[in-house]
């Protein structure tokens, strides 16, 4: 995410699925593709309008009276929340990470929610309406889904991140109450409710498929003549424990094979080891063995998104850094490709601090003599592709979705069901959250971000001297808003960005819950996701991010914070006027109309050639992913998509009935064990002191995948 406008990868792909509405596999982007025959037993026109796959794996029987919200649900939901967001927070800062796995949370409060259910004594605690059974009953699956959702509202990391991490690490200063910026995001999710949770065309997000799949083989395993489901949990178990003793090498022990830069080996050329290094060149054909820098996504992605990603990231790695290493294109000679740093005329480091007076205003003084910052190369195209994807992604909607959302709306103002699927059927049999609820949401955590700058208790208003409104805006146009006078400290337009647009990021997670939940009652939903947001923790790995100490593996660069602090200086503190003043800086924002016009082409295109499937060729992902793409970690992208290529043309296609059993909890598993290595590895080496693995062969100090003479900035000599 960049201060410009930003279009979240899976957000997009979760819009645009229902492109490819021929009942065929999503993914399936050949015109030839294999259709999945239907195997509706009762032939039922409710079942029909779902896809197979969700009517495989999504259990269509509801019971209203088990228990959801219970003693049980608080006591493992706080506990395990607060230990996901810890180790959230902690991946945050690494260069790639996989976020807190859910699945960790659906195995250990499974299990922990049936020793309490057996062992705890049936006895009422407290009197009348303020008491509680400490025993319920047997552990339900509505329980488990709650605990579950509770722990995944806050296994992201904390938008108040955004803010508070560049204050304290940069600016050495400390805030709070950020909490209201979060509550903001529920009431987003539930106005788009309609949109996306009961409207047909969106049926399902993949990332909750995968949880679908555990809950129900965890659920079947303990049932009756269940030897299916309790094969595939042996295999889950088996696969969590073979990826977390995987991960000791690439985490700890031999770092040598999280990048396997095979033109490295055999040529000692900087050229050559530009082009073939993972950790600071372009890649080529670089292979990784560590899972954190893959992912499940190669999954659950359909294949058609994998493409554009794929696609993105061969423009990033393999074409632009390369022009820019070998033809000193954008300055690339003299500043390093790709940094996201700032930089003078000169080459030496941009002198933020002495810039920002006391009273939080530019040095006018100085900035004449030194000019606007200077960016790299990379973070000129980044921030091209940023506002081409966010004016695209409205255009693409508008297109391809604008008939069926307007459809939707017209559907929701006549007081109409919106679907008639049977998952929708279930959901009516519970009260809906009332409107007022969604309004209080957004009506008072806003009225407490302005006592709170009142009181001088956060930073908002003192950093920034502008009072700020909820919308779509970004730093760019909060830089234009701010010229007219005020406060030009740079946090100010992270507390802007997290207002006024992050807001919405959180709104996409509330809505996946939203998804998986079908059969728990949404007031109750709603009451989960809240509680979960009380139970989180923050940081570690400053002195790396501040640059004191030097991380060889890379693995710890806090890349997203430092570029979230560039962009803020270059948009708050300098301003968007005297950037773009600058004729080599005013061609990114053609990406606007590039935005609003390459969509329109693939309208056209698809309008014109149907069967070529223009319309799966996504501006919004294709650019976002560009935009995304930060460089100095060219390693996973190729891995990941040989491996989403095996996983969908080979094992999905010709192996089907293998791949709806495994496929999904298989790569939860990976997931799985590698947050438990992660667990382990810090308890292990660093809680109380720190043991260095010692450096050899496969953990040299100097490059980790001895790519040993790797320039940073373009060629010097003809």
């Known amino acids: 995410m ?15 699925d229902h492109l490819d509405n021929d009942k065929k596999v999503v993914d399936d982007i050949e015109s030839d593709s294999i259709k999945i025959e239907e195997t509706d037993e009762d032939d039922d026109p409710a079942n029909d309008m779902l896809p197979e796959i969700v009517r495989g794996l999504v259990d269509f029987e509801d019971d209203p009276t088990m228990p959801v919200i219970t003693w049980r649900f608080f006591f493992l939901s706080g506990t395990l929340t607060a230990l996901g967001a810890w180790l959230t927070q902690m991946g945050y800062f690494r260069t790639t990470y996989i976020p807190y796995s859910i699945y960790f949370v659906q195995i250990v409060a499974l299990y922990f929610g049936r020793i309490l259910a057996s ?40 938008l108040g991140d955004y803010v508070l991490a560049p204050l304290q690490i940069f600016y050495e200063q400390r805030t709070s109450a950020f909490l209201s910026c979060v509550f903001i ?76 830069a095979f033109l490295c080996w055999f040529s000692k050329n900087p050229k050559a080891q530009f082009l073939g290094s993972g950790l600071g060149g372009a890649g080529f054909l670089t292979v990784t063995l560590d899972w954190s820098n893959i992912g499940s996504q190669c999954v659950y992605y359909p294949y058609w998104a994998q493409v554009n990603i794929f696609a993105s990231c061969v423009v990033a790695a393999w074409i632009l850094i390369p022009a820019a290493f070998f033809t000193n294109a954008w300055g690339s000679a003299l500043y390093p490709i790709q940094s996201q740093a700032l930089y003078l005329k000169n080459g030496s480091t941009y002198p933020t601090t002495d810039l920002l007076t006391a009273d939080y205003g530019l040095n006018e003084t100085l900035f004449e003599e030194i ?56 959901i009516r049999r519970y009260p809906a959250v009332p409107i007022w609820w969604n309004i209080a949401l957004f009506v008072i955590p806003f009225i407490i971000l302005i006592i709170l700058t009142a009181k001088g208790v956060s930073y908002i208003y003192s950093v920034s001297g502008y009072q700020m409104q909820v919308g779509f805006f970004n730093e760019l146009f909060y830089g234009y808003a701010i010229d007219a006078g005020g406060s030009r400290h740079p946090v100010g337009a992270l507390s802007y960005r997290v207002i006024s647009g992050q807001c919405w990021y959180e709104a996409q997670s509330m809505l996946a819950d939203m998804k998986l939940c079908y059969h728990i009652p949404p007031r109750k939903v709603l009451l989960a996701q809240i509680w979960g947001i009380f139970l989180w923790v923050c940081q570690t790995k400053g002195d790396v991010l501040k640059g004191l100490v030097t991380d060889p593996n890379r693995q710890w660069t806090g890349q997203h914070i430092i570029s979230l602090n560039y962009q803020s200086i270059t948009f708050a503190l300098v301003g968007p006027k005297r950037l773009f003043a600058d004729p080599i800086y005013t061609p990114m924002l053609y990406g606007f109309l590039v935005g ?80 438990f290595n992660l667990l382990v590895i810090f308890i292990a080496f660093s809680a109380v002191k720190t043991i260095p ?13 001895r790519c040993f003479h790797v320039p940073t900035q373009g060629i010097q000599d003809s």
Not at 133 to 152: Q, T, W, Y
Not at 416 to 425: G, M
Not at 599 to 604: A, E, M, V
């Open 119 to 158: 062992t705890l004594p049936q006895k009422q605690i407290g009197r009348g309406k303020f008491s509680f059974d400490l025993n319920p009953g047997p552990f339900s699956i509505k329980e488990h889904v709650a605990i579950v959702l509770a722990a995944n509202t806050r296994a992201t990391n904390n």
């Open 185 to 260: 995001g529920f009431s987003f999710a539930s106005f788009a409710r309609i949109f996306v949770v009961e409207n047909p065309s969106t049926p399902y997000v993949y990332s909750s498929l995968q949880q679908v799949a555990v809950f129900n083989a965890m659920r079947k395993s303990f049932e009756e003549d269940a030897a299916g489901a309790q094969k595939q949990m042996r295999v889950f178990w088996w696969f969590i424990l073979g990826f977390f003793l995987w991960q000791f090498l690439p985490e700890y022990a031999f770092p040598f094979v999280s990048s396997l």
């Open 2 to 16: 960049t201060a410009s406008p930003v279009v979240d990868t899976e957000t997009v792909v979760m819009a645009l």
């Open 596 to 675: 609003a016009i390459a969509p329109c082409i693939l309208f056209i295109l698809h309008r014109r050639w149907p069967r070529a499937r223009f319309d799966l060729w996504s501006i919004p992902i294709f650019c976002d992913t560009l935009e995304l793409y930060y460089g100095n970690i060219s390693v996973n992208f190729f891995t990941r998509f040989v491996l989403g290529s095996i996983n969908h043309l080979w094992v999905k296609r010709y192996h089907l009935g293998f791949w709806k059993k495994y496929a999904y909890l298989s790569s939860a598993a990976a997931d799985t064990g590698y947050n």
């Open 693 to 705: 693995m010692a450096n050899w062969w496969g953990n040299n100090v100097q490059s980790v995948e």
């Open 371 to 426: 000019g606007p910052p200077m960016m790299s190369a990379q973070l000129r195209w980044n921030y091209f592709a940023a506002y081409v994807a966010y004016l695209g992604s409205f255009v693409s909607c508008a297109l391809f979705q604008g008939t069926e959302l307007w459809r939707t709306f017209k559907t929701y103002r006549q007081a109409k069901p919106t679907s008639n699927d049977k998952l929708t059927e279930i």
